[in-house]
């Protein structure tokens, strides 16, 4: 498992030069890493992940989704990842499809606040598994023009056949996201 963490750790600092943003995030019990591409032609950006609860399992995450700056305080992306969970009870696979929106408070631009949500039905479930969700928010401070810091809510949870759920992380985190 730590090998896994430290080969996903690795390959977001190798990406580091290039990224458009790393974000860290940690509680007494997880860690999690995601980076994100920078934009390609019409806002076609990359994302990986990887989130790692020291008693209920891993969830890796690979992702493509397109990103637009809606207006000067909002942005929005919308896409697909692939999200694969190990835990105790069962490993699993799944497609979801979401998005994302980060919103800059008006006169207060250096405040953010936003939200995530992932689902994957029961068609694109895999490994008897019947659904996952992936939902979040979010509130940050930029205290420098190319880092902020971040109180977050993430709650990772998926379903089965035949057997009960497994919510991977739900919980309060705290982090940093750094642009490159």
């Not at 995030?25 to 934009?39: G, M, R």
């Not at 895999?126 to 977050?152: C, H, M, P, T, W």
């Amino acid at each position: 498992m730590r090998h896994m963490l430290c080969a996903l750790s690795l390959l977001i600092a190798a990406s580091a030069a290039q990224a458009a943003d790393v974000k860290l995030a940690l509680s007494n019990k997880v860690i999690a890493a995601d980076y994100t591409s920078p934009q390609i032609g019409q806002g076609l950006e990359f994302t990986l992940g990887g989130l790692h609860h020291t008693d209920n399992g891993n969830v890796f995450t690979s992702g493509v989704q397109v990103s637009q700056q809606v207006n000067s305080e909002l942005s929005v992306g919308l896409g697909g990842k692939l999200f694969f969970v190990q835990n105790d009870v069962k490993n699993a696979s799944a497609l979801a499809l979401g998005g994302q929106f980060d919103l800059a408070l008006p006169g207060l631009s250096q405040v953010h606040v936003g939200a995530h949500g992932w689902f994957a039905p029961q068609v694109t479930s895999f490994n008897d598994s019947k659904n996952l969700q992936d939902i979040g928010a979010f509130i940050s401070y930029r205290v420098l023009s190319n880092a902020e810091v971040f109180a977050s809510y993430r709650r990772v949870r998926i379903e089965f056949d035949n057997r009960d759920g497994v919510t991977v992380q739900s919980g309060a985190l705290l982090g940093m996201k750094l642009f490159f």
